[in-house]
């Protein structure tokens, strides 16, 4: 019996054990889950008793090959190996012929799925049924790159599932609820898959700052046939409309499952699945939105922005743009790339908007590096600068795409890009407000230095007016959101600071615009001129009736909304002047009854309604629900609902996991999109 081989009869993953001190009981795996430079424990049975001279190792592979060098053997060892750096594997306690071995992970090991056999580095090999176990980012870890000291914060950038992302204007910021869906099945699977997409060595998936820029580029198609398509043209008949989306999980499992780009997703669609895939990989990360956010396609930290004499704005003459808003993503961890001082929130963005080193991908740029206008620090720190911070110039086009065209700039200013930059709060669902975070206050020396200084290192354009004596005249508006379905109303405002009185003539136009700042219908104009009196303000109301914005709805699947512009110029002086506004519109609301809380195995219905109050039909009417841990994203034809009519839905659930869970309805139609509420149960 002495002489008898030591062999493995058996090994325990002690999955459920360990995945509850790791913080991964909720990956919906069967396989262990663990966290790097962390133990966790196996539980192995021999076929005799360990002796002192036995010799076991546990081999490791990672992907579709062994680990190098001293990572490629471990010892099964009856006292602790010394080094933080190497992995380690001690034997515990022992029952009978069964020993607890506690594996201690390095905290800069490789991220991925391993194999583990275990063998004594001769003939003998043991391979368990199961052999397969997956490592992520710890930031539990005082030594991992990754590491967060606040457990709320690791609650809700790491653990948290569901949340919103914010849309709409400066002047409206609407959270939409999002589920992020970082455990549900198949996609810590598609995360890992994305790194052999993008063709990421395993040798560098230790590193957090590489494995962020890899995934900004492995979420959209453009270099890797990643998961994602980007459309803005507004026709998606051969796919998905981004405002149908719910959560991240589907567009992530179906593109696992097909191993096909998922068409399609515009900037906040690109943002929800970049969070989810970093949470998924244990990365902090939030989804941010930057309000009135510049598209600088010149690389100068300026957006010109251009007008026909009409005041209509003429989208084909720049590549330049201002977005009502642009939704990239922050992740944390250390920069040990970067001098000292740029740990922290880095800026990363999967939206497909210019090449970075010969790819779309984009960050990550330290928020610190932004907000003091350190542009020459890696990567992309430039590019999201001017996203929030560049100076935006209007011009007036005379003749335009004739021999005749020429141009005259109307007015300069430096306070209108970068507003109310938002994302969830810690712990609510509530709006945080983050502007601070990537920008001094609009005008402080502080700010003003921060631009300069960026300046220096980038081609200044002709004429950059700072400085400039602020104009006599002035023009804003006043306008409210309007029920879909009813008259655009609002007040055109001239205000005139000088003492003398001042004769305007201007130009007024309206157009539909969609969210990334292009407008694609003329919907009415005016031109007139008034009289305002020194010190003192004049309106002019403008009325834009229904059916001038009606007719165009059905032609776009986006969200729309009417731009007014105004262009005109002081008789005395010769002074322009040039803004303009959004108004947005009001839809009816979905209704979701439910109960506050039910058992787990427990079955419960949901009921969507909603009744059609706009004053016009609906047509192509679709109802899409979806709740994470409940059921999965489910759409119910509605066909064409009339003004006034009602319809109802009803969806049976079985609660399954614990917690609180989120359910999210969205309607959408010919004439709208993205109507969508939430309604929360907690499932004991």
């Known amino acids: 019996m002495s002489d008898l081989a030591l062999t493995v009869e058996s090994l325990d993953f002690r999955a459920s054990e360990n995945k509850k001190s790791h913080q991964t009981h909720e990956y919906d795996h069967s396989a262990l889950v663990v966290r790097r430079g962390q133990n966790f424990h196996i539980k192995m049975k021999m076929n005799r008793p360990l002796k002192a001279a036995d010799q076991l190792y546990i081999q490791l592979a990672v992907g579709r090959q062994p680990l190098q060098s001293k990572e490629t053997l471990v010892l099964i060892s009856l006292q602790q190996t010394e080094g933080s750096e190497a992995w380690r594997a001690t034997l515990g306690a022992a029952h009978g012929h069964e020993y607890d071995v506690r594996i201690k992970t390095p905290s800069n090991a490789t991220v991925g799925k391993y194999t583990l056999t275990v063998t004594d580095k001769g003939s003998y090999s043991y391979k368990p049924p199961e052999s397969d176990f997956y490592l992520l980012f710890n930031p539990w870890c005082k030594e991992d790159n990754v590491y967060l000291a606040e457990q709320h914060k690791r609650q809700e950038y790491v653990l948290k599932d569901t949340g919103y992302l914010y849309r709409g204007s400066s002047q409206r910021v609407e959270g939409i609820p999002w589920n992020f869906g970082q455990f549900e099945t198949d996609v810590l699977d598609c995360c890992l898959y994305l790194l052999d997409q993008v063709g990421m060595k395993q040798s560098t998936r230790r590193d957090p ?74 990365i902090p990360a939030r989804s941010i939105t930057n309000f009135d956010s510049a598209h600088d396609t010149e690389d100068n930290l300026t957006i010109d922005v251009f007008f026909n004499a009409a005041g209509e704005m003429l989208s084909d ?19 040990p790339d970067l001098p000292e001082g740029y740990d922290g929130w880095q800026a990363i963005d999967a939206t497909p908007q210019e090449l970075s080193e010969g790819n779309y991908q984009c960050g990550p740029a330290p928020l610190k ?14 590019f999201v600068l001017s996203e929030v911070n560049a100076d935006r110039i209007f011009w007036r086009v005379d003749n335009p795409k004739t021999p005749q065209q020429s141009m005259v700039k109307l007015s300069v200013d430096t306070k209108v890009v970068g507003k109310r ?56 508006f006043e306008s409210k959101e309007v029920h879909l379905g009813s008259p655009v109303t609002l007040k055109i405002i001239f205000t005139n600071s000088s003492t ?7 130009s007024a136009s309206y157009q539909l615009q969609i969210y990334h700042g292009n407008t694609v219908e ?22 834009i009736p229904a059916e001038s914005y009606l007719k165009f709805l059905p032609k776009y699947d986006d969200e729309l909304q009417v731009q007014v512009n105004v262009l005109g110029e002081a008789k005395e002086t010769k002074e322009s002047l040039a803004d303009y506004t959004l108004v947005h519109f009001i839809y009816p609301p979905i209704k979701i009854e439910m109960p506050e809380s039910a058992n787990i195995g427990e079955t419960f219905s949901c009921t969507f309604s909603f009744k059609n109050d706009t004053g016009i039909p609906l047509d192509n009417t679709k109802l899409h629900v979806e709740g994470i841990g409940l059921f999965q994203l489910e759409t119910f034809d509605q066909g064409t609902i009339k003004a006034d009519g009602v319809f109802m839905s009803r969806v049976i659930c079985t609660a399954s996991k614990p917690g609180e869970r989120k359910i999210i309805a969205k309607i959408t139609s010919d004439q709208i999109c993205g109507i969508t509420e939430e309604k929360h149960i907690t499932i004991k």
Request: one cysteine or more; glycine letters at 8%.
């Open 369 to 382: 590096a932004i907000k003091n206008g350190d542009i020459h620090l890696v990567y992309d720190t430039k």
């Open 500 to 506: 003398e009185d001042r004769n305007v003539t201007f």
């Open 421 to 476: 930059i938002s994302t969830k709060t810690v712990g609510k669902n509530l709006r945080e407000d983050i502007t601070s975070q990537y920008k001094y206050p609009e005008g402080s020396p502080e700010e003003r230095k921060s631009i300069e200084s960026a300046l220096k290192m980038c081609v200044k354009p002709p004429g950059m007016p700072y400085g400039e004596a602020a104009p006599s005249i002035k023009v804003g």
């Open 209 to 282: 700052v590489k494995i962020a820029r890899a995934m900004s580029a492995a979420v959209n198609v453009q270099d890797d046939n990643g998961v994602l398509c980007g459309n803005w043209s507004g026709d998606y008949s051969d796919g998905t409309p981004p405002s149908h989306w719910t959560g991240s999980s589907a567009i992530l499992q179906q593109y696992y499952k097909s191993k096909e780009p998922v068409r399609y997703g515009q900037c906040w669609v690109f943002s929800g699945v970049l969070t989810t895939v970093m949470r998924c990989l244990g």
């Open 522 to 543: 003329n919907i009415g104009s005016m031109s007139n001129e008034i009289t305002v009196k020194g010190e003192s303000c004049a309106d002019v109301p403008v009325e």
């Open 317 to 335: 003459i720049s590549t330049d743009s201002i977005w009502n808003f642009h939704v990239w993503n922050d992740v944390w961890m250390k920069r």
